[in-house]
């Protein structure tokens, strides 16, 4: 296989969409994405999601699960709990063994199905920490399908992630936004789900096929950022941030000059991993994997966005 490329520096889930990540030292995989990732939801009175785009303080909402939670064996019991804190608010344990009750119409983007609902004494935690009627859904795998775009990734699936059910990023593209910015961001501006070290600035971009622990990963389209990335994730409040930046060397019109601008800017690359689907176990990664680019483009102008 080669001179591994890069490694794996850090890796992130972030369980409920749009509130604090987790950082993991392994991850294990499922058949939508890292097992935990995005599979709930905070949505208003119509089923429509909330993100911290509308509710930058989610920013400030962490989550725990149970220690065992990240290895491939664990099975939750019935003391086993999502706690979820955030600033003036008690602790709300969430149990993960409870089927909640089906609620139709919950909405992401331009998805829309049911999920089960986590409950009044949930939706009045969230109600208060927001101001405004709200409530917890989980995504519910075990009847619900949530294909990726058939245009970029047919056959896979994902949760209340975005798009896709990977993020991957690399140090070197961060450094090299940094060094163009006042005041230095981390990584948690842009959530990625896999962040790797020991590559060019925006190497990522190029990875149509990558091989990490045995697993193939797929690239699929390049990010397209929003105004997340100005957003503290440690005080959950907006700022200039990255995208003036960005849009220096990061929009559309730079990288893709064959198509015709749409305002876009980015950073990271969506990926689906081709073995997600297949059964068996050893589907984990871990800090310190070596990436291997089993196939690349010759420039960002050829990559899908």
Known sequence: MGEASARVKSIFIYPIKSC??????QAPISTTGFRWDRQWLI???????????????????????PNGAFSEEWVPSATS????????MNALKVPLTRRGEKVDGVSVWNWSGSALDE????????????????????????????STDPDYARGYRTMFSDQYPFLIASQGSLD??????????????FRPNI????????????????????????????????????????T???????????????????????????GQVYFGQNMVCKDSMDGGRGKVIRIGNPVYVIKRLSSSAEAAA
């Open 176 to 189: 090299a936004v940094n060094k163009m910015l006042k005041e230095p961001i981390p990584i948690n501006r």
């Open 119 to 146: 409950g009044s004494e949930a939706a009045e935690w969230f109600s208060t920490y927001i101001g405004k009627p709200c409530r917890l859904v989980r995504f519910d795998a075990d009847f619900v399908t949530r």
């Open 81 to 88: 709990y999502l706690v979820i804190r955030a600033p003036g």
């Open 236 to 262: 959950g409040i907006a700022g200039i941030g990255p995208t003036e930046a960005l849009k220096t060397f990061r929009s559309d019109k730079v990288l893709l000059p064959h198509k015709k601008p749409q």
């Open 20 to 25: 604090r990540g987790i950082s993991l030292s």
């Open 195 to 234: 962040l790797v070290d020991g590559c060019e600035p925006f190497s990522e971009d190029l990875w149509k096929e990558i091989n990490i622990n045995k697993l193939t990963f797929y690239g699929v389209k390049l990010c397209a950022r929003c105004k997340v990335p100005s957003i503290s994730q440690e």
């Open 43 to 65: 949505v208003n009175a119509n089923g429509r999601m909330y993100t911290q785009r509308v509710v930058p303080k989610l920013a400030l909402v962490e989550v725990e699960l």
